[in-house]
């Protein structure tokens, strides 16, 4: 089936620094791309989603000059946090939808853990 | 908003079967999902039910759907120490190709 990579797996920065998090589709072409925010203990919160060539559309409530999307080319998005502090500590997954509009299938990256000392 | 909801912990013993149960509220909810996450990974798709079916099954998994009611149930029978994990239910209407996810639901398989 079809495969999302993300990487990287986990990272630790410090407070401050700006942190970049890429999603690729392995063998599918994704038009658009999903961000999700996951606390410990908690549902994923959809961030944002990040069409190609143009910009990424945010949720209600997340900063977009904090999370910086970049939706490049029809493999690669990519998730920028910038200056990153404690409270930005989260596990972060992004997902990519194969095939026709309305998505049935959505495969999603293994997750990024972010901790932000 | 459309809004999903799970109980958060289900215990079972090894062998017997496993329900696990999902309400929403959005009846433009086109596909309904079940997907399984273990710790420190991201979600893997378990199955999925288009709206207008009552009932999928694959293998040791059963998904019935009452549409009335907006209520998403998940049935693994057989249920292994290997299916410990958090289960998420999630939907999506039509025209939003994003998921809006239950809290999840941590499945423990006792021995």
């Known amino acids: 089936g079809a495969v999302v990579s993300q990487h990287p797996s986990w990272v630790i920065c410090k407070s401050g620094t700006s942190v970049k998090i890429e999603c690729r589709s392995l063998?599918?072409?994704?038009?658009?791309m999903f961000w999700y925010r996951q606390f410990p203990k908690q549902s994923l919160m959809l961030m944002a989603t990040?069409?190609?060539?143009?910009?990424?559309?945010?949720e209600q409530g997340v900063e977009k000059d904090k999370f910086l999307i970049n939706h490049a080319s029809l493999t690669l998005s990519t998730l920028t946090v910038t200056s990153a502090h404690p409270e930005d500590s989260s596990f972060y997954i992004c997902s990519a939808s194969e095939g026709r509009p309305g998505g049935e299938k959505l495969f999603f990256g293994s997750g990024t853990q972010l901790s932000v000392l | 908003g459309e809004d999903v909801e799970q109980s958060l912990f289900l215990s079972v013993r090894e062998g017997d079967s496993s329900v696990i149960n999902c309400t929403y509220t959005d009846s433009s909810s086109t596909y309904l999902y079940w997907y399984k996450q273990e710790p420190g990974a991201g979600l893997q798709l378990l199955t999925y039910i288009f709206s207008n079916m009552d009932m999928k099954q694959d293998q040791r998994l059963t998904v019935l759907l009452n549409k009335k009611d907006k209520h998403l149930s998940l049935r693994i029978a057989d249920t292994q120490t290997g299916d410990s994990a958090i289960y998420f239910c999630?939907?999506?209407?039509?025209?939003?190709?994003?998921?809006?996810f239950g809290s999840g639901t941590r499945l423990q398989v006792q021995p």
């Open positions: 999630a939907e999506a209407d039509t025209g939003r190709r994003a998921l809006t």
């Open positions: 990040s069409n190609e060539g143009s910009k990424a559309t945010y």
């Open positions: 063998d599918f072409q994704a038009t658009t």
